[in-house]
């Protein structure tokens, strides 16, 4: 079996673990992942969070960065357990790469719209601990 090489959004090779219930299905990385170099991770869903879900969306409180639902719920504390998670699974796989979703509180990275700038909060972990996101 190929050695796994990266993390990957659990979505992003087809997984229908979106708040929505659906998918963001990357060719490649459905390819790669299925070929075994990629490790699939869905931070929101080991979380314990259910799909479908509310949508979220992180906004900053008195410098404080929070997640919270459509219908106003504060979820930071199952995001942060999510990417606390996704990050110490990584560790143990010694794993130093991620593609990640783009649009995402969790896996968002990169985003060239001002109001979309703030990371998601596995990607900004990711990130502060040196991991290389690729957004996708
Ligand atoms: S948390 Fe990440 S992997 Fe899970 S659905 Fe959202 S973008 Fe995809």
Known sequence: MAAIKFIASACLAGVKCRYDGKDKKDKNIYLQVKRGKGLLLCPEQLAGLPTPRKASQI??????????????????????????????????????????????????????????????????????????????
């Open 59 to 136: 906004k900053i409180k008195q410098g404080r960065k929070s997640v919270i639902s459509s219908s106003g719920e504060d979820l930071t504390r199952f995001f942060l357990r999510g990417a606390n998670l996704s990050f110490r699974i990584g560790k143990r796989f010694k794993i130093d790469s991620a593609y990640l979703k783009r649009v995402s509180p969790s896996c968002g990275f990169g985003l060239k719209k001002i109001e979309n700038k703030i990371p998601g909060v596995t990607s900004a972990l990711f990130d502060k601990k040196g991991i290389k996101i690729y957004p996708r």
